[in-house]
């Protein structure tokens, strides 16, 4: 028998992004190269980018173990094209791949870079606190970096990102993407399972026992303001978001898991995400974390058969954001 090759989210990556590079014209991206030799691909910037690219960079940011699909969908009727997302290997897609949650910074005066770097490269770096949780480590020549912003990193953030994957620079590709574009609003809306997948391990349920996902929400209309962009992008999820867990283990833990999984179990629910934030001044840490989670959620006993349903869309506050 032929062994079974351990997964790489970098190496399926890469096949994938060889296709989005080829197909860059009637994806509407631009793909140039770095002051290093790296590929950057501009997906929502100075590039009107497409929800075509979207749903590829969606796929990408999976590192390839996500299927995802923009299909019609009677939920919400006002909204009514969803965005589809499915994973066999969720744990691995979802929190060493899609998560954002490199931070990238540079303190240069005249012009400061931070960002929220996601994709597979975070799992040859393995520089966030998240991984001690995760027994996943990829092994690859090359890297695709995921950012969600207006401009690549500059030279000093790409050298570093390199050796921390420990590749050489002209062997990353990055792809960035304002929030406000078709792309950029796209393949954060088909973050609905990752987002699941992240309050579960908030929640300390063991993510070894999660086998099996989908989820699903609204695509959310684009809005030129970052902070509007970024609140429907949020409030998708939020009020409409729709996910399915399968797990292993006690019936008992699925229910409990099912209760405590929803928005609207949050302190701060009840009004859309850009009020919120506002409020708050944009200070992300004074919203409560229990927030960041899908309107309704289903959980899967695998060894009894049982499913256990939490919460529910609120389709009002929904039209208040995306309205």
């Not at 923009?70 to 006002?78: E, F, G, M």
């Not at 304002?178 to 990752?194: D, H, M, P, Y």
């Amino acid at each position: 028998m032929t062994p079974i090759q351990p997964i790489s989210v970098n190496k399926a990556a890469a096949r994938l992004v060889a296709r989005l590079i080829a197909d860059a014209s009637e994806l509407r991206i631009g793909v140039t190269r770095g002051e290093l030799g790296e590929t950057l691909i501009d997906a929502g910037s100075k590039s009107l980018g497409s929800i075509a690219a979207g749903l590829r960079i969606a796929e990408i940011c999976m590192g390839g173990l996500g299927n995802i699909r923009l299909v019609p969908s009677a939920a919400a009727p006002r909204w009514p094209w969803t965005l589809v997302v499915q994973s066999s290997n969720p744990v691995v897609a979802c929190l060493a791949s899609q998560y954002a949650g490199w931070r990238l910074t540079d303190d240069e005066p005249k012009r400061p870079f931070v960002a929220l770097g996601s994709g597979p490269a975070r799992a040859l770096a393995r520089r966030e606190k998240l991984f001690e949780a995760l027994s996943y480590a990829d092994d690859a020549a090359t890297a695709t970096l995921i950012i969600e912003g207006d401009r690549p990193p500059p030279a000093k953030v790409v050298a570093k990102v390199a050796a921390d994957c420990r590749v050489k620079a002209e062997d990353l590709t990055i792809i960035f993407a304002r929030t406000q574009s078709l792309a950029g609003g796209t393949q954060i809306v088909a973050r609905s399972l990752e987002v699941a997948l992240h309050k579960a391990h908030e929640l300390a349920f063991p993510l070894e026992r999660i086998i099996e996902g989908v989820g699903a929400a609204p695509l959310c209309p684009p809005h030129p303001d970052l902070v509007t962009a970024m609140g429907r992008t949020n409030d998708a999820i939020i009020f409409a978001g729709q996910v399915q867990l399968f797990v292993t283990g006690p019936a008992a833990e699925a229910r409990t898991l099912a209760e405590r999984l929803p928005s609207k179990a949050s302190r701060d629910y009840g009004r859309p995400f850009a009020e919120i934030f506002k409020q708050v001044k944009g200070d992300f840490y004074a919203i409560d974390p229990m927030l960041f989670s899908p309107a309704e959620i289903i959980v899967t006993a695998l060894e009894t058969g049982e499913s256990f349903h939490s919460g529910d869309l609120d389709l009002d506050l929904l039209d208040a954001s995306f309205a």
